[in-house]
């Protein structure tokens, strides 16, 4: 089965940073691009950043560029997103999802709240 | 940025009917378009890509059409699993882009 479990998510105060990771398994990681998306609490869905399948090809939004870096582990299969100076309005669910036409599957999410 | 615009933001129906949700593209995306579901505390789900394929698994009575900017999903008959947030995304530029989603509840 194919599966993406997200983690790392937490409380954390503004101008703080925060690393989130995302385990893939049941396909072969190494061979998909992959995706960070944010719902921010009772809004719509924003994508973040992408990756390419060898880490080469990287794309941010303007929302979180100079701030927040994606990478990857092929060997780990491992997708991550390196937060810093995290603001009130980063506040949300992040999903890890694969594919870089298409999303599809995604994970289950994981909470991030910058409060002070 | 291409901006993806769906109508309306809440749809109210009954079980058994048929619903059409909208969604307009700011430019064209030729059929660069996918369709999701989202249910309270889920992630969302891949229903259509290309504008008019259904995902794996997706039952037949939903439906996309459309090209350029103008698109639609239909649910030829809901179901009580089918009361969601269904949001249109595009894949055609750089960045990734969301509608805000519509809403469909009971009546």
């Known amino acids: 089965e194919v599966q993406l479990v997200e983690s790392g998510g937490g409380l954390v105060q503004p101008g703080g940073s925060l690393r989130l990771s995302c385990a893939a398994s049941g396909f072969t990681f190494s061979s998909y691009e992959m995706n960070w998306v944010r719902q921010s609490p009772g809004k719509g869905l924003e994508w973040l950043s992408y990756?390419?399948?060898?880490?080469?090809?990287?794309y941010y939004a303007d929302s979180v560029k100079g701030r927040f870096t994606i990478s990857r582990d092929n060997a780990e299969s491992s997708l991550s997103l390196q937060m810093n100076s995290l603001r009130a309005d980063d506040t949300g669910v992040y999903f890890c999802?694969?594919?870089?036409?298409?999303?599809?599957?995604w994970g289950q999410g994981t909470l991030v709240t910058v409060s002070s | 940025e291409i901006v993806m615009t769906q109508s309306p933001a809440t749809l109210s129906v009954f079980s058994g009917e048929r619903v059409t949700l909208s969604c307009r593209a700011s430019?064209?995306?030729?059929?660069?378009l996918a369709w999701y579901q989202q249910k309270p505390g889920q992630a969302p789900r891949l229903l259509i890509y290309?504008?008019?394929t259904r995902a794996t698994g997706i039952p037949v009575r939903f439906s996309g059409s459309g090209s350029g900017t103008e698109f639609t999903l239909a649910i030829s008959s809901l179901q009580s699993e089918d009361f969601a947030i269904y949001y249109c995304h595009q894949y055609s530029n750089w960045p990734r882009t969301f509608g805000q989603g519509t809403k469909v509840e009971i009546k």
């Open positions: 290309g504008a008019s």
């Open positions: 999802a694969r594919g870089w036409r298409w999303l599809d599957p």
């Open positions: 990756i390419s399948s060898g880490g080469g090809t990287i």
């Open positions: 430019q064209s995306i030729s059929s660069n």
